[in-house]
């Protein structure tokens, strides 16, 4: 009659998560399969405002990473994910930093040859130094 468990809650492990190959976004194993051909769909809506000198080819999705044992390696996996998401950004020609193609032209609204954004980030050793 009584379907509780004794004692306090156990945690159950965290569902895995995958990463997007496209915009570097995670996503559960379920939602991944729904998200991905509407981030392409996307993808092309922006790749088609470009001019045609800017257009770029389509992303491919990297093949997964199989494991020794002959399993997918998640791990291994989401990292060639991410960094394939981080290759689809573009460099601005005035200061260096890499934007989502959407992003590019909203930065370099602010961001010009005469007056180039500072770089992001600063060197940790000079600021731990009391």
């Known amino acids: 009659m009584n379907n509780f468990t004794p004692g306090?809650?156990?945690?159950?492990?965290?569902?895995?998560?995958?990463?997007?190959?496209i915009c570097g976004r995670q996503f559960g194993s379920k939602s991944i399969g729904i998200h991905e051909?509407?981030?392409?769909?996307?993808?092309?809506?922006?790749n088609?405002?470009?001019p045609k000198s800017k257009r770029r080819a389509e992303p491919v999705k990297p093949d997964a990473?199989?494991?020794h044992d002959g399993k997918v390696d998640?791990?291994?996996t989401n990292e060639v994910l991410w960094k394939n998401s981080q290759g689809l950004m573009v460099e601005c020609e005035h200061c260096g930093r890499k934007f989502k193609e959407d992003r590019?032209?909203?930065h370099q609204?602010?961001?010009?040859s005469d007056n180039p954004a500072k770089r992001v980030g600063r060197d940790r050793s000079k600021s731990q130094k009391r």
């Open 8 to 21: 306090p809650p156990r945690a159950r492990q965290p569902a895995p998560t995958v990463f997007c190959y």
């Open 37 to 46: 051909p509407q981030c392409l769909k996307k993808w092309h809506a922006e």
């Open 48 to 50: 088609e405002k470009l």
């Open 65 to 67: 990473v199989i494991a």
């Open 74 to 76: 998640v791990e291994a």
């Open 104 to 106: 590019l032209e909203v």
């Open 109 to 112: 609204r602010s961001c010009t």
